[in-house]
């Protein structure tokens, strides 16, 4: 069985949150983890302020519908942290993002241990971020809209890397 870690990296929403939880719940996510100023469920000693930790988790909640608890996650501020540590165990780094180098999703070979990156909603994964992964994958569209929104896009790629029978 693949070992798949999501990385939602300066994310605003919070119901994109939720959502991201809920979904990598139902696809079998190793972890989720939440980096930059992304919005995160209330955590133990929680270090913010406890009306706005309340408040955030309160809007994750209405879109995890509970996968805030059974879904593996955690909170690590800097991205650069968050991917020596993640390079240190062996996973492949994979940033999904529209870029002139990506890969498309449907030529991807997944490898058994991968860690995805998502960025910001709108403006798209900084580029000292996509600099340091080992992969940058793009979904093909074919609409007039230029992008999905990060979730639904996030779910395309975790169904690709759970179920494509090929692994590299």
Same mark, same amino acid.
């Given at each position: 069985m693949s070992q798949i870690i999501i990385v939602a990296h300066?994310?605003?929403s919070c119901h994109n949150v939720g959502s991201l939880l809920r979904t990598a719940e139902g696809l079998g996510v190793t972890k989720v983890i939440l980096s +930059?100023?992304?919005p995160y469920p209330l955590a133990k000693n929680d270090p913010r302020l406890p009306h706005? &930790?309340?408040?955030?988790?309160?809007?994750?909640?209405?879109? &995890?519908? +509970?996968?805030?608890?059974?879904?593996?996650?955690?909170?690590?501020e800097t991205i650069e942290a968050v991917m020596d540590k993640l390079r240190s165990e062996g996973y492949h780094i994979a940033a999904l993002e529209q870029a002139p180098h990506a890969v498309a999703l449907p030529d991807f070979k997944p490898p058994d241990k991968i860690a995805i990156l998502l960025g910001r909603e709108v403006e798209g994964m900084e580029p000292e971020v996509l600099a340091r992964c080992d992969t940058v994958l793009e979904i093909p569209m074919f609409g007039k809209k230029e992008s999905f929104n990060v979730v639904q896009a996030a779910a395309m790629v975790l169904y690709h890397c759970t179920f494509t029978p090929f692994k590299a």
């Amino acid at each position: 069985m693949s070992q798949i870690i999501i990385v939602a990296h300066n994310l605003r929403s919070c119901h994109n949150v939720g959502s991201l939880l809920r979904t990598a719940e139902g696809l079998g996510v190793t972890k989720v983890i939440l980096s +930059g100023y992304t919005p995160y469920p209330l955590a133990k000693n929680d270090p913010r302020l406890p009306h706005i &930790a309340a408040k955030l988790s309160k809007q994750i909640n209405k879109t &995890a519908l +509970g996968a805030e608890h059974s879904q593996p996650w955690e909170h690590i501020e800097t991205i650069e942290a968050v991917m020596d540590k993640l390079r240190s165990e062996g996973y492949h780094i994979a940033a999904l993002e529209q870029a002139p180098h990506a890969v498309a999703l449907p030529d991807f070979k997944p490898p058994d241990k991968i860690a995805i990156l998502l960025g910001r909603e709108v403006e798209g994964m900084e580029p000292e971020v996509l600099a340091r992964c080992d992969t940058v994958l793009e979904i093909p569209m074919f609409g007039k809209k230029e992008s999905f929104n990060v979730v639904q896009a996030a779910a395309m790629v975790l169904y690709h890397c759970t179920f494509t029978p090929f692994k590299a």
